[in-house]
C-alpha cells in the first residue's frame, strides 16, 4: 500500500474510533436545564444532497426514525403547529453535512449535529426574540461514499444521548 493510502486509512480510522462518543456538545448543566419542563419538541431534518440520497440516506427516512425513537422513549413530538404554539417553539434541528467535492478517493468528511433550538428573549430587552441553540451533539469524520447510509447510526446514537438528558431533565 503506498504511503498516500496508508495515511488516509489511518485518518480515517482514527475519526471512526474517535466517533464512538460525540466530539463536542452542549451539553453543561445549564444546558440541560433547559429542557426541564418541554412538554415535547418538534423535529426538523435537513435537507440532504440528491448524491447523498442515491447513496441510501434519506430525509424522510431519518425524519421518521428520530420521531420513532423520541416517541418510544416517550417525548411528544410536535407537529410543526403544536411547535409554534409551545413555549419556546422548541424543536430538534438534525443536520448531516457530507462534503461530496471531487476527491482523489470515495472518501468524504462529514459532520452531524443535533441541535435543540428554542425561543428566547434578550435579558437586556425581553421584548427581543431570537431562536437560539440551548443543547446540543454532534461529531466530525470522514466515510466511503458505499457506506454513506451508515451515517443514520450516528444520528441514532445523538438522538439517544438527547432522549438520555431530556428524560433525566422531565423523569417521568
Do not use: H
Amino acid at each position: 500500500m503506498n504511503r498516500k493510502k496508508w495515511l488516509m486509512v489511518l485518518v480515517v480510522t482514527v475519526l471512526t474510533l474517535a466517533l464512538q462518543s460525540p466530539l463536542f456538545a452542549i451539553n453543561g448543566k445549564s444546558n440541560r436545564a433547559t429542557l426541564r419542563g418541554l412538554s415535547g419538541v418538534g423535529v426538523l431534518i435537513e435537507q440532504l444532497a440528491p448524491e447523498i440520497e442515491r447513496e441510501g440516506l434519506i430525509k424522510n427516512q431519518l425524519q421518521i426514525e428520530v420521531e420513532l425513537k423520541l416517541k418510544m422513549a416517550g417525548i411528544k413530538v410536535l407537529t410543526k403547529e403544536e411547535c409554534l404554539k409551545a413555549p419556546g417553539e422548541p424543536y430538534l434541528y438534525v443536520n448531516v453535512n457530507v462534503n461530496i467535492a471531487k476527491t482523489e478517493s470515495d472518501i468524504y468528511p462529514y459532520s452531524i449535529d443535533v441541535l435543540l433550538m428554542q425561543k428566547v428573549s434578550l435579558l437586556r430587552d425581553p421584548k427581543q426574540t431570537t431562536y437560539a441553540v440551548t443543547w446540543s451533539t454532534g461529531g466530525v469524520g470522514s466515510i466511503e461514499k458505499s457506506i454513506l447510509s451508515q451515517l443514520r447510526t450516528s444520528v441514532e446514537e445523538m438522538v439517544d444521548l438527547f432522549i438520555k438528558t431530556y428524560l433525566s431533565e422531565n423523569p417521568k
